[in-house]
């Protein structure tokens, strides 16, 4: 999901859970330095409301349908990212998918990447302050 520099984006974001792991995928932010965790979602398009963007979202990047979604909270995030200035109002749902399926493997192509990322269960205990984005995601971790 690219970073808008220049304006707010609203995201549809989704915390997806199972046994004692959540869905995300790794990223590093060259300038600081740092690994990261970012969980799966996307933008809102305009006059698309936030669940059905997350409903796409999940439908793009997995290929899966949702079961169940619960909205966990809504949050500004204003953050600086590979030395760049970014805005976000983030609606964060608690997420179950439909499929099985997708918590029984350990990794999934993101397919609207073009091979170039990868979800993958990521142990809550395992973390050793990687940060995890959004930053509201972490509370209900």
Not at 11 to 27: E, N, S, V
Not at 90 to 112: E, G, M, R
Request: hydrophobic fraction near 40%; aromatic fraction near 10%.
């Amino acid at each position: 999901m690219p970073i808008d520099h220049k304006n707010i984006r609203v995201l549809a974001i989704a915390l997806i859970k199972h046994q004692g792991k959540f869905l995300a995928c790794a990223g590093f932010d060259k300038v600081k330095k740092q690994s990261h965790y970012r969980l799966l979602g996307g933008g809102v398009d305009f006059t698309e409301s936030a669940i059905k963007a997350l409903h796409r979202e999940i439908k793009e990047e997995l290929g899966a349908n949702i079961a169940a979604a619960k909205l966990l909270g809504i949050e500004e995030n204003i953050f600086n990212f590979n030395g760049r200035p970014g805005h976000e109002i983030i609606y964060l749902y608690a997420v179950k998918l439909k499929s099985k399926k997708y918590y029984l493997q350990k990794t999934w192509p993101i397919l609207d990447s073009k091979g170039q990322a990868l979800a993958e269960w990521i142990s809550v205990k395992d973390l050793n302050g990687v940060k995890v984005y959004p930053p509201v995601a972490k509370k209900y971790l």
